[in-house]
């Protein structure tokens, strides 16, 4: 089955952590990049880091030094720690089946229509 599940979200204070994972198919996940992405209300949806097959990773800027992407391949699962959480990551968190590409230093990732179902992530200040 063609599924992602993430898990993880929950409900912190500033400055403390949350560890997010994405669950995939064998096949799904030793084909693909995974992207997490991350959805406020009103907000359009972002990329917030990525992983290729390849285990080379990209981030945006706006996490950059406080979030850690990552992937377990005997788990078929990727996770993405989140330290010195801000009120302003607070948004739905989703993964997706895209891929990663890079020239130089730029990246590009393409996302798939497979999404996971999303988890909530609340910071309070």
């Known amino acids: 089955q063609m599924q992602l599940v993430e898990s993880g979200g929950g409900l912190v204070q500033a400055g403390e952590s949350l560890k997010l994972s994405c669950t995939a198919s064998a096949t799904t996940f030793t084909i693909a990049a995974i992207g997490w992405f991350r959805q406020a209300p009103a907000n359009k949806r972002e990329l917030v880091a990525a992983i290729s097959s390849s285990h080379t990773t990209a981030y945006g800027d706006s996490v950059k030094g406080r979030f850690t992407i990552s992937r377990d391949d005997a788990k078929n699962t990727v996770y993405l720690q989140m330290d010195g959480l801000k009120s302003e990551d607070t948004a739905i968190y989703y993964c997706?089946?895209?891929?990663?590409?890079?020239?130089?230093?730029?990246?590009?990732?393409?996302?798939?229509?497979?999404w996971g179902q999303g988890t909530q992530v609340t910071v309070s200040t």
């Open positions: 997706n089946a895209g891929r990663l590409t890079f020239s130089g230093v730029q990246y590009s990732y393409t996302a798939s229509d497979l």
